[in-house]
DNA sequence: GCACTAATGTACGAACCGGTACGTTAGCTA
DNA sequence: TAGCTAACGTACCGGTTCGTACATTAGTGC
């Protein structure tokens, strides 16, 4: 990927499975990204990489399993991201915090990723539902999560009666939406939701939410 | 809309400009939903209106300016719906709260205009930006939160120091997400977050979230 | 009732695009 | 080094799809 190919073999087209297969991936996952499912141009993916669209049906079979294999190693990188996760040794407010600000940066650093997934949920997660690989993947997360949450809930700290699945739906759909909905939100409110200047803001701003929803007086219940 | 045609004119195709062009808008509407910009196909949209392709291009120029089109009129019935908001008789913690429901019922009955915001943002907000009527939308929700802020800043009922627009995007996260990302969501985490049975759980756990952000004790400050 | 135009229908073209038939070669193995 | 196969390239096909040229008619104004 840097300009390191010359000087390694002069000329005649070396074979590399893994290497071929690997360099589709990559551009397929930007050009869907970039024009979504039907907007994607299979002759475009194939024009990026070092070899020809013939490869991308020898190795995928079509555009549809293609598009699979790409959210399939998207949402390996993301759990692969959650198993680093290393926020336990915290007390119950600071663990959720931490993880909220790893939610934050972790969407903010995959704007690919957010892109195939809202494309994905315009297809009605077709894919996500025919793929095995995905409908096994679990989500380490969630454990971190519901573990956090015992912990708080016992000790009383946490008021809150919410479940690990619906506080990660809380805390993912602000990072979700502060990104994919970066554009509409900015042409029609004036304010661009991911400027750097504002993004300890917004950081800030989800932990202070879910804390305080965790935490909040329920008397009057 | 309702069979109420054949009886009306008994065969010749009756002339009425605003009725196709209406037709035209609905199905394309219908259509953009469904399939994305690009998945959308002119030939469908005009075989389910009781007209032509040609009345498409007649009418709007293109599939491009269809879509503005459409855009332009879904975001003109948000907005005035905005228009009948009637929440400021309300304390501010009240308002609130009811604002926050109202945007919930909202998205949760507009799923073809989530859709199409879903697909607007994967192009980046183009249509929107070239567009003088979305340009000068403006929002009324936007100044009603602005007074209720005001309000509640001042009496020191809330505490948070945020503005309309922030809080307007914190409300809209969790309802918009909650919709427009289901399907992988149900997909990866087996919980459909549209289910009826958990709507009240999730419109009161909203309200709950951003009235303990706003009021949340901050001594720790 | 005549003329004019807005509104509509039909038929078709040309480019695009996913997919494939067929041929070739690098590199490993025996 | 001969032979075999995984890996690769070229050229092309056929259906799809946006868009339009051309013909027609309903309704309106005079």
């Known amino acids: 990927m840097t300009s390191v190919e010359e000087p390694a073999r002069p000329r005649g ?32 993916i194939a024009a990026r990489t070092r070899t020809t669209k013939r490869m991308i049906y020898y190795y995928f079979g079509g555009k549809e399993q293609l598009f699979t294999a ?7 990188v ?9 926020v336990e040794h915290l007390d119950p407010v600071a663990a959720i915090r931490r993880l909220a600000e790893l939610t934050f940066d972790h969407h903010e650093q995959h704007l690919d990723f957010i892109r195939l997934v809202s494309i994905e949920n315009i297809h009605e997660a077709e894919h996500i539902v025919a793929s095995e690989k995905l409908a096994a993947i679990g989500s380490p997360a969630l454990d971190v999560i519901r573990r956090i949450l015992a912990a708080g809930q016992e000790s009383g700290l946490f008021t809150a009666d919410v479940d690990a699945v619906d506080l990660h739906a809380m805390i993912s759909s602000f990072c979700f939406f502060r990104v994919a ?11 661009d ?6 993004r300890e803001h917004y950081r800030a701003m989800l932990g202070d939410m879910v804390i305080a929803y965790l935490t909040a007086d329920r008397a009057e219940d």
């Not at 790409?70 to 390996?76: I, K, N, T």
């Not at 939701?193 to 504002?198: Q, S």
């Open 13 to 44: 087209r070396t074979r590399d499975a893994a290497r071929t297969r690997a360099e589709i991936l990559d551009m397929a996952t930007q050009e869907f990204a970039r024009a979504g499912y039907d907007g994607a141009r299979v002759d475009e």
């Open 70 to 76: 790409v959210l399939e190693r998207a949402y390996g």
């Open 78 to 86: 993301i759990r692969d991201a959650e198993q680093q996760l290393d």
């Open 181 to 191: 909905n970066r554009h509409t939100f900015g042409a029609l409110f004036g304010r």
């Open 193 to 198: 939701l991911t400027d750097p200047a504002r």
